[in-house]
């Protein structure tokens, strides 16, 4: 079993959706948890980061944790084209390293 | 603020050849990573340096694939003799501080190898 799962997608939806993206994981010591976007031929960007449990918001994003269920979420609102890319969750207990998910392949038709 | 510099973007290569990436990281952060990115998957952590020392180096392949920082600053990871499996986007990412308290690791755009 893999510490942290991630369904790869592809997931298409329309411009103006709501997205949600989940991954789960099995290591209860996690306590940092980020959301990295990356467009293609790109590297990581950090785009959300959640310390424990609890929800965060940044304008048409929010991140949620639920460490009782080992699960965390990214909520697009009225998503863009422009937020056509791949998103990956990351975790990691503190001062250890980050464990990446497999990734979201994510595309927004106008 | 310029960014991680990676090079080469590209690289092609026969199974069995060296190669070698450079990194230069975000100007006075202390910690360098590097990731392996294998098409379709997550970025896993090689190396890990504070400074020009290693931190983690637990998934690192050491018998074909070594890394160094000297004197903290740029670094070079190189992989000798490549596999077919070593196909791959390196990723190169620093942080200013040691940890992940912040989330904040700054990624470069990364060099593509393709061993043939």
């Known amino acids: 079993q893999k510490e942290v799962e991630q369904d790869p997608g592809p997931l298409s939806v329309p411009e103006g959706a709501i997205v949600s993206l989940n991954c789960t994981y099995s290591?209860?010591?996690?306590?940092?948890f980020m959301w990295y976007r990356q467009y293609s031929r790109k590297g990581p960007e950090l785009l959300m980061y959640?310390?424990?449990?609890g929800n965060k918001e940044d304008g048409r994003f929010t991140a949620q944790v639920d460490k009782s269920s080992k699960y965390i979420s990214l909520f697009i609102r009225d998503s863009q084209p422009s937020d056509s890319a791949t998103y990956l969750c990351?975790?990691?207990?503190?001062?250890?390293?980050?464990?990446f998910g497999q990734g979201t392949r994510l595309t927004i038709n106008p | 603020e310029a960014g991680v510099a990676q090079s080469p973007r590209y690289k092609i290569i026969e199974k069995r050849q060296s190669v070698a990436f450079w990194c230069n990281p975000i100007s006075g952060h202390a910690t360098l990573y590097w990731y392996q990115q294998i098409l379709g998957q997550g970025p896993k952590l090689l190396i890990q340096?504070?400074?020009?020392?290693?931190?983690?180096d637990s998934q690192l392949p050491k018998d074909r694939f070594s890394a160094e920082r000297l004197k903290g600053v740029d670094s070079t990871l190189k992989i000798q003799p490549a596999k077919l499996e070593d196909s791959a986007v390196y990723l190169c990412?620093?942080?200013?501080?040691?940890?992940?308290?912040?989330?904040?690791?700054?990624f470069g755009e990364g060099s593509r190898l393709t061993v043939l």
């Open positions: 290591n209860s010591a996690f306590q940092y």
């Open positions: 990412a620093s942080s200013r501080l040691a940890g992940y308290s912040t989330g904040e690791l700054f």
């Open positions: 990351a975790m990691s207990e503190g001062a250890q390293k980050l464990v």
């Open positions: 340096f504070q400074n020009n020392g290693v931190v983690d």
């Open positions: 959640t310390y424990s449990s």
